[in-house]
Each structure stands twice: as C-alpha cells, then as structure tokens.
C-alpha cells in the first residue's frame, strides 16, 4: 500500500479497504498530519478549538494535528487546480481531545468533487460507505439513516416564512434543541426595545438612506470603519426588516406543518410519496427540491442497496453551515455511535476560496468502531 | 497540620483581602520586604500566607497545590478547566465586584440581545468573506457562552491582553466579550452591552482545593471558610 506505514496498530482492514476504494475509482492520497488550524476553526467554530490538538509555528502560525480529512482534501484539491470531477480516498488517524478513551482514531473516507449529477454523486458515496461496511463487517445488519437539508428549507420557503426566520431555522436544522429554541422564539417573539429618535421615525418611514447616514456618523463618532466590518446599509436594512416582523407571529397551521413535517420518518422507499402526502396535506409546493430528492432515491437504488435499510428521518441534519444537501449516517442495530457519516456540502469548497462553486459530497468511516465490533481479529 | 492561604499580592484586592482577613481574626503580619511572597498569620503557625498574582491563585488552587485562596470567580471558571471539579466556592466575600459581559458598538442598532447576534454571525462570512471576531481574554466563558448555551458556533476569538475595549475601533475585531463594573469604559469606547449579554456577575471568592486532605487540615479550612464567610457577611 505504497506510502502509508504498516505500523502495527494499522488497522487490520486497512489493506482491504484501500483495495476498495481504488476499485472503486477513488485513489487514495496522502494528508499531512500537521495541518494549518484557521480553516478548521473557520468552518466548524470556535468551539473545534477544546477538541483538538493545537500548537504553533516558530513563526507563530496556529497549527493543529489533522481533526478530520474533508477540509485538507479540498484545499489541496484547490492548491492543485485539479480538473473536476474527481474522487479522492484517505485513510488514516485523525487526533481530537476527549474526556475518556483514546486521542488517536483511525477514519477512512471518499470525497466526491465536482460532479454535476448530484443525485449519482449522493447515491454513490452512501453506497460506497455501505459497501466498505458491508465488507469489514459481513452478516451485520446495517443501517443507513438518510436526512436532507434542502428539503427542509424548501418547507420553510414554501411556508412563506420571512427570510430571517428561515435562515435562523436552517441552521438550528439537525439540533432538536436549538430547533425548539427557535420556534419558541418565533411564536412567542421577544420585545424589542424602544428606538432613540431620530431613528425611530426613520425606520417608522423605512428611510434606509437616513437611517444608513445616521448610523455612519454614529460609526465615525466611535472611529468604526465602515466597510472594515457591519457597514451603515446592512444595519439599517436589519433594523427595519426586524421592525417589519416585530407584529408578526409564526402562525400556529405553520407550527403545525412543521411539527408534522419533522416527525417524517419512514423507509426510504415510501419516503417521496410521504412527503408529497405532506405537501398536499399542507398545501405546499415543494418543487424542485422533491424533484432532486426523487432522483436520489431512484439513484440510490440502481446502486442496488437494500432499499429497506434506508430510512429517511426528516429532522436528521447538521447543524453547519456548510451542509446544503444530503446528510446520512450508517449504524449497526440499536449502537448510538454511528460507523460512517457523511454529506453534502456544496459551499464548503467556496468557503474555502475555490474560484467557481465545486458540489463536493463524502462520507468518513471509524475504522476503530468497526476493528471493535469484529472483535479480536483487530 | 499546615494550610496555603493564598491571596492577590497587589491592588485594591490585596487591601481587601488583608481587611477581610483582619475582620475575621486573621491578621496578616506584613514581611517587611515587600519583594517577600510569604507571610505568617500573627499567632497562627498552622496557617501560611502565598501572595500570588489573582489569575495564578485561580490555577494553583486548581491544580492543588494551594489549599485555599482568595481570588475572582471569573479567573476561577476561566483558568480551571472543569472547575467544579476540583474546586469549591467556600464563600462569596462581598469586594471586587465586576461583569463578564458581551458587547457590541453602539452603532449596531438592530442588536439587543444574544439572538440577533446569532443572526449577525450567521450572515457575517457570506457577507464579509470571514467570520465575525470577538477580542476578548476570556476564551473559555465566551465559548460556553457563544458555542453551548446560545448555539452560536460560527465566530473566532481573537485573543486580546489588554484594552479589549478597543479592539472594534482598532479594526481588530467586531464585538467584545469584557469585564466590567460601571459600564463607563465601554461607553466611552463606544459600545453597548446586550440586554441579555451578561455571562457572568462576578466578586472576590474563597475558594477551596476540592484536593485529599488530612482531616486535621480539613477542619482547619472548614474553620477558616466560616470565619471569612461570616466577616464578610457581617
């Protein structure tokens, strides 16, 4: 296996899972396990920084041991201009902090950039988790859990709701609790405080341009720059886009699609009628995204995988911003701890300064997790 | 049977620390060295006094090797990881009263509490091309804050030792999370603090090493928990 070291704690499956991907035509390629730390912390938030492994340069740059493989995978592909599409594997350890167990964990994966047809692409890497987990673990019942973001914003476009709310409930999207917060919020909206004039009667009128001057001397009175962070227009637009919405309530038939949406949950075969169900029961239009969601599930069974081992769970998702499509997770029985993840993530390639927008979708596997289940053999 | 007392070796909480002390029968007997880091109490062998820098206290009890000390709960909960763990607040002592809290230039008319700025941080990478900035010296309140009890994940500290206050007008960053005690200093600079942008209200703490202990040395910080406690209180 060519530049990776058969140390002894290679994982035994290592070999057999290398063979796989480069069968199935994703090479594999090397990350280097000291990774600058900025994209990581940029894209995941601060919080990353008590889960990993940080240290610095001489020169003062933060550095960190590699937490995962998606971000350097697509900045290389970036640095090197490659063509798209293309498909790249890893394997190796990843080093994040933890309270209990081990620091160091072996994680194996595809990433899939590039390619326009997104249903193949989404379709391919669920089966290309499924078929590694079908090999290292043979005769266990696997089960894949699969959610999607861009459904779920085209419930919220369909609904009608403000643009705010939308965005504030898109991203709590996948966190039960952070969703509950913002719907609570939204049906019961918190008073906002009264405005000093003159911008109360500004914002009364919803004079943008006054309200953007008044707020630009008040930023050079505090020696603020105004195009260095939050400029006068961007303010002014939100304080008057929340004084619209200020009498505004989500209504309780809103609420309720939405209860009703989030309770989805049924095999992946039935999951296009359910959600047509919902949207005529609802009154909704959900377009293009059932569209695209109908495509994948066709995509997903020419990849011939066992139909009823999909499930489609509505509320599944991640709660990062760079998630756009397709989320899935792959376990075995009843195990809380899933064996691979994976997702879409369209803008994530952009964040991380590709010129032209590249779809990219991939999933990672914990070859630890599953060196355990086969028990001694590791 | 020793007991560390450890106490801020400079500044008004010095001068409040020693007080305290006094009213609860604890007198310092000052080294006549001022360069000197340990003090006796007069008539007490079994207690010895460290003067260390209020930030240090905090991490000296957390790791145990002091045994009790008189310093800020915000240092306590910042520099101690799983503080609760391994300290105990013995008794809140009244001085050095001073808010952990977020702030934001004045000129953000559109943010009063912690959900627009959620909403702000969400739109800023879109909008600005990186992440909104917070200076501040205090990393791990302000991710408790910001990342577990608000769910706002997509912002970047920027580590700040001094002048946090007026990092937004430098350039350096785009709010700020600060300790305060009357507001002034933020004014000044500028800035507001959110309607529920308080993280912590703060004071000068005993706090006790939650370390093994004989139970002679127990008691002897049992009693001198209740003696501070009871001073401060009346």
């Keep these: 296996m060519g530049a990776h070291p058969m140390t002894s704690r290679y994982p035994s499956i290592a070999p057999d899972i290398l063979a796989l991907f480069a069968a199935r035509g994703a090479p594999a390629v090397d990350v280097p396990v000291l990774q600058p730390a900025d994209p990581f912390l940029d894209m995941a938030g601060e919080d990353l920084r008590r889960r990993i492994f940080l240290t610095e340069s001489e020169t003062g740059a933060a550095l960190c041991l590699r937490p995962e493989f998606t971000i350097p995978v697509c900045l290389d592909h970036i640095a090197s201009q490659s063509g798209t599409p293309r498909r790249y594997s890893y394997l190796g350890e990843v080093f994040r902090q933890r309270r209990e167990g081990g620091n160091e964990f072996f994680q194996a994966g595809v990433e899939d950039l590039g390619d326009r047809d997104i249903a193949r692409a989404d379709a391919r890497s669920i089966a290309d988790a499924h078929a590694l987990l079908a090999m290292t673990l043979p005769g266990q019942a696997l089960k894949i859990t699969l959610g999607d973001q861009s459904i779920f914003e085209a419930v919220l476009a369909a609904l009608g709701l403000p643009r705010g709310w939308r965005m504030r409930l898109a991203r709590a999207f996948g966190s039960a609790e952070q969703l509950a917060a913002a719907l609570a919020d939204l049906a019961n909206p918190q008073k906002n405080g009264a405005l000093p004039e003159p911008v109360a009667s500004l914002v009364a009128d919803g004079d943008l341009d006054g309200l953007a001057g008044h707020i630009a001397s008040t930023m050079s009175e505090a020696g603020l720059s105004a195009s260095a962070g939050r400029t006068p227009q961007e303010i002014a637009r939100r304080l008057v886009e929340k004084a619209e919405l200020r009498s505004v309530r989500l209504s309780a038939e809103a609420f309720a699609a939405l209860e009703k949406f989030l309770a989805i949950d049924v095999p992946l075969n039935l999951a296009a009628a359910a959600l047509e169900d919902f949207a005529q029961s609802a009154g909704l239009s959900l377009g293009a995204a059932l569209a695209g969601f109908s495509a994948r599930v066709d995509a997903v069974s020419a990849e011939g995988m066992p139909s009823d081992a999909i499930r489609y769970d509505a509320a599944f998702g991640r709660p990062l911003d760079y998630y756009t499509g397709l989320v899935f997770e792959i376990s075995v029985g009843d195990a809380s701890r899933p064996l691979a993840g994976g997702g879409r993530y369209d803008r994530l390639l952009t964040l991380l300064g590709a010129k032209t927008p590249i779809p990219g979708v991939g999933f990672s596997v914990w070859l630890d997790r599953i060196e355990q289940l086969r028990g001694g053999d590791a | ?234």
């Design chain 2, 1 to 234: 049977m020793t007991i560390t007392l450890a106490i801020p070796s400079k500044g008004r909480l010095k001068d409040q620390s020693l007080e305290v002390l006094a009213k609860a029968g604890l007198t310092v007997s000052l080294p006549g060295d001022d360069r000197r880091y340990r003090a006796r109490i007069e008539g007490r062998d079994d207690i010895e006094i460290a003067f260390l820098s209020a930030s240090e206290i905090a991490g000296e009890i957390g790791q145990g090797s002091v045994d009790l000390g008189i310093t800020g709960e915000d240092l306590l909960r910042e520099n101690v990881a799983d503080w609760e763990s391994k300290t105990a607040i013995a008794t809140r002592l009244g001085f050095g009263s001073a808010d952990v809290v977020v702030a934001v230039p004045d000129a953000w008319l559109d943010v009063e509490t912690m959900a627009d700025l959620d909403d702000v941080a969400a739109e800023f990478r879109q909008r600005h091309g990186r992440r909104l900035r917070i200076a501040t010296k205090y990393w791990r309140l302000t991710q408790q804050f910001f990342s577990q009890l608000h769910g706002i994940q997509v912002y970047r500290i920027v580590e700040s030792l001094g002048a946090t206050e007026g990092a937004p007008a430098a350039g350096s960053a785009d709010v700020i999370v600060d300790i305060t005690t009357t507001g002034s200093t933020l004014r000044a600079n500028h800035l507001k603090i959110l309607a529920d942008g308080v993280i912590l209200r703060s004071q000068a703490c005993l706090v006790r090493s939650l370390k093994t202990r004989t139970s002679a040395d127990e008691a002897l910080a049992g009693k001198i928990s209740a003696s501070l406690a009871r001073a401060a209180g009346g």
